[in-house]
Every structure is written in structure tokens, then in C-alpha cells.
Nanobody, 125 residues
Framework: QVQLVESGGGSVQAGGSLRLSCAAS????????MAWFRQAPGKEREFVAA????????YYADSVKGRFTISRDNAKNTVYLQMNNLKPEDTAVYSC??????????????????WGQGTQVTVSS
């Protein structure tokens, strides 16, 4: 059974940085795509970033390109999301997700069948 546990959320001022972690367990993830999604109050859950565990290919939403970086540590079975130059519109619950996903569909939330509990990120102006 796949388990995903996020950590690292918090409150920061605009322009600040946070690093989220997603510790994965329960299976071998070499064929999986790991992703971050976020959901703001009153809005649908949206794609943020994804990484292919085997070759490290990365994918980003346009709204975070150049500010966020997704990475993985194979030895620790952990995926990270480094978030720099945070904006108030980045405020949301950030959730980690995992699944075997075709490269052309990594941004589609319904492709993922394993989710963490989420961590709150709040950015004040």
C-alpha cells in the first residue's frame, strides 16, 4: 500500500521561500510519476509540478515556472518542491500524488490514485 506523507508547509511573506517534502513508502517507485497539486479555497485542485522517478524528467504549470523546482532523492524515497519568490496567489493546500502516468497526461489529477493528506501553504502580502 502506497503511503505519501507531506511536510514543510507554513506561513511566509510574499517573496519568501518554502520547501515541501513528500516521503513515499509501500512499494518501489521507479516506474512512477510523482506530482504536486494544490487547492485554494473555493477552487479546484490544480497541477503544480511533476517528476518522472526513473529519468528525472520534470513538468511545471506555467504559473510556477522559474519559481518552483521539483526534485527527488532516490535513497530517501522523497520528492521535494522548492518554492521561491512566493506570491499570495500560491496560498493553498499542497498535496503529493503518485501513479504510473503517461508523460502526456502528468498534469491531469484524475490520473493519480495515490494521495497524501496535504500541507497548508499561506503567503501573505
Amino acid at each position: 500500500q502506497v503511503q505519501l506523507v507531506e511536510s514543510g508547509g507554513g506561513s511566509v511573506q510574499a517573496g519568501g521561500s518554502l520547501r515541501l517534502s513528500c516521503a513515499a513508502s509501500g512499494r518501489t517507485f521507479s516506474s512512477y510519476t510523482m506530482a504536486w497539486f494544490r487547492q485554494a479555497p473555493g477552487k479546484e485542485r490544480e497541477f503544480v509540478a511533476a517528476i518522472n522517478w526513473s529519468d528525472g524528467s520534470t513538468y511545471y504549470a506555467d504559473s510556477v515556472k522559474g519559481r518552483f523546482t521539483i526534485s527527488r532523492d532516490n535513497a530517501k524515497n522523497t520528492v521535494y518542491l522548492q518554492m521561491n519568490n512566493l506570491k499570495p496567489e500560491d496560498t493553498a493546500v499542497y498535496s503529493c500524488a503518485a501513479a504510473r502516468v503517461p508523460r502526456t497526461r502528468v498534469m491531469i489529477r484524475t490520473q493519480y490514485n495515490n494521495w497524501g493528506q496535504g500541507t497548508q501553504v499561506t503567503v501573505s502580502s
